[in-house]
């Protein structure tokens, strides 16, 4: 016969296997918004920088997609909410994210705001069309 606590990890091992294949899961994406774009004009060998509203508590990061033969990320950091005083749980603070260009000509950068465990479409999705000149 089977000890109660043995069938009680057996349960529990069950039950941890069904929710990793996701049998309760239940479609939680949220629907994404359209592409925003934007403009950015830089000099080579010159950093810029890209922040953005940013609330980790969610799940949600931005992510960067880019051609690092144009571009090299330098730093990434996500900066706490403003009002350090009397900082609220949950209250967004902002990602901020420096590039350096490398090389000159037309790239893009993709930002992307997404639960990276999570297989959907990004909340919001930034597109900054970058030109970098001499």
Do not use: H
């Not at 069938?7 to 239940?26: N, P, R």
């Not at 890209?50 to 990061?61: A, C, H, M, R, V």
């Not at 900054?128 to 001499?134: P, Q």
Request: hydrophobic share 40%.
């Amino acid at each position: 016969m089977i000890s109660l606590k043995t069938a009680s990890m057996l349960i529990m091992a069950i039950f941890a296997l069904s929710m990793s294949s996701g049998v309760f899961a239940e479609n939680k994406c949220i629907q994404g918004s359209d592409i925003e774009e934007k403009e950015l004009n830089v000099k080579l060998d010159e950093k810029f920088k890209i922040k953005l509203e940013s609330n980790p508590s969610t799940g949600y990061t931005w992510i960067p997609e880019f051609d690092s033969d144009f571009l090299k990320l330098v730093k990434s950091k996500y900066l706490k909410p403003q009002d350090s005083v009397n900082p609220l749980v949950g209250n967004p603070g902002a990602q901020k994210f420096v590039f350096k260009a490398i090389k000159t000509g037309e790239t893009k950068i993709t930002m992307k705001y997404i639960r990276p465990w999570e297989n959907c479409i990004p909340a919001k999705v930034i597109v900054y069309n970058v030109k970098i000149t001499e």
